[in-house]
């Protein structure tokens, strides 16, 4: 596995906010450049069998207006697929429907994977836990993606995966990526006192720690 802290400064992570039709939503971007090409990177993140190697098995049909479902996770509809520059799809999970895009844009050497996750989030929610409620995750997604780059024939364990957040390397992770998403949101202009405690509490979640 790469390095944590090495993976966590190579992420940009921002928010902001848009006006949608039932009223307005908060904006989560979060990017990196990968050392391959948009073709190939494209294949990695729309090929069933590639998917599972480094983010979670995907069934239903991965083409526009097709549905799928990610096992044990969210499923929906693909609403827009432009080969090779990006798709955009519906994602619906505990009875509640957000919007993912995804922007590859070829950079330098390599290819810049940008994911924006658009949803209409509950003020209690957000205030208890900030942007890392979902952040986190997305980290967690984008490291599986840059161990699967860099070691293709690697896959997760997922009895390892289950317990990895009680390891020194996995508690470094998510302490890391959620500081790096409480930064975020103090620079969308969250009172910093407040980040950092709705980042505790997110750091809490992912490893079962007590908040403080």
């Known amino acids: 596995m790469i390095d944590v802290s090495t993976q966590i400064s190579q992420v940009r992570r921002s ?7 039932a009223g307005e939503a908060r904006v989560q971007t979060i990017s990196q450049v990968y050392d391959t090409d948009v073709d190939d990177l494209w294949d990695v993140v729309t090929n069933p069998e590639r998917i599972a ?3 979670l098995p995907v069934e239903g ?6 549905h799928y479902q990610f096992t044990g996770q969210a499923g929906g509809t693909i609403t827009n697929c432009d080969k090779p520059r990006g798709y ?18 070829p950079e330098g050497d390599g290819t810049r994977f940008e994911l924006e996750h658009v949803a209409h989030v509950k003020d209690e929610w957000w205030d208890q836990f900030g942007p ?29 995966m289950v317990t990895w957040h009680e390891t ?7 302490r890391q990526s959620s500081d790096a998403w409480v ?3 103090i ?13 505790e509490r997110t750091f809490a979640f992912y490893t079962g720690a007590e908040a403080g």
Do not use: H, I
Not at 15 to 21: D, Y
Not at 168 to 174: A, L
Not at 187 to 199: H, I, L, Q, S
């Open 53 to 55: 190697r480094w983010f």
């Open 61 to 66: 049909e991965l083409k526009q207006g097709g």
């Open 168 to 174: 020194p390397e996995g508690r470094s992770f998510y």
């Open 15 to 21: 928010l902001g906010r848009r006006t949608l039709e």
């Open 187 to 199: 620079a969308d202009g969250t009172d910093p006192e407040a980040a950092r405690a709705a980042g």
């Open 132 to 160: 890392g409620a979902t952040g986190v995750g997305w980290d967690g997604a984008f490291l599986g993606l840059a161990n699967y780059l860099t070691d293709p024939a690697s896959a997760p364990d997922p009895a390892t």
């Open 183 to 185: 930064a975020a949101s």
């Open 88 to 105: 955009a799809a519906t994602w619906e999970y505990g009875g509640e429907v957000s919007w993912v895009e995804v922007r590859l844009t």
